[in-house]
Structure formats: C-alpha cells, structure tokens
C-alpha cells in the first residue's frame, strides 16, 4: 500500500539528515501504517506509544531510499501472567519527490473470511 505524505519542499534532493528529520516530524501520521497487525504476534499485543525510533536512512536508488526503525510493543494477560515488551526492528521503502515522501508500507492485517470469497 502507497502512502503520500506532504513534508517542507526544502531542496531538491534532501541529504540523509534532512530526511530524518522530516520523517521524525511526521511519524505521528504514519505509525500505525509503520507498526502495522501486531496480532501476528498476539491477539493482545499493543504498540506503545512514542516508542518510535529511526535507526538508519539508506539511499538505494533515485530519489529511492530504505528506512530501518524499531518500536516496541507490550503484551498483556492477567489472567496467564503475561505482561512483556518486546522491541521490533522493520524496515520500509520511501520515495521522495518535491513536497512529499511516498511510503511503501506492507499491509499485515489479517485476512477475513471476506476476503477469501
């Protein structure tokens, strides 16, 4: 799934650090796209909050470039005595273009028995 986000039309090629930033700005619209199903994990999983964090920006090819972050998530069942975090790393894909980045996120929703008809 593509996903167009607007950011500061600063320069026509952003360096590294630029884009960190820009993207550090935006997480908040992007995170649950970023963490996406947590219940390939477990039905009680959540993310928690503000645990976003960019590792790496690497450029792989014109105006192309791959965002490696990590997040954590908690699990919690009282009643198995259950109450973990866990850090995840993921990568992404993102285009830059003048005034945007376009994220190539992967859908991990579960599939419904609608989907399959």
């Not at 219940?39 to 960019?54: C, E, F, G, R, T």
């Not at 198995?80 to 859908?107: A, K």
Request: proline share 5%.
């Amino acid at each position: 799934m593509r996903k167009s986000i607007p950011i500061p039309d600063t320069v026509k090629e952003p360096d590294l650090n630029l884009l960190s930033e820009n993207i550090q700005r935006i997480i908040p619209k992007i995170e649950a796209s970023l963490t996406g199903s947590l219940l390939w994990y477990s039905q009680n999983a959540q993310y928690v909050p503000d645990s976003m964090k960019i590792i790496s920006i690497e450029h792989s090819g014109e105006s192309r470039y791959k965002m490696r972050y990590s997040f954590r998530w908690n699990v919690f069942n009282g009643c198995l005595d259950i109450d973990e975090d866990e850090t995840t790393t993921e990568t992404v894909n993102f285009e830059y273009q003048p005034g945007q980045l376009i994220f190539d996120f992967i859908q991990t929703e579960q599939s419904t028995s609608a989907d399959e008809l």
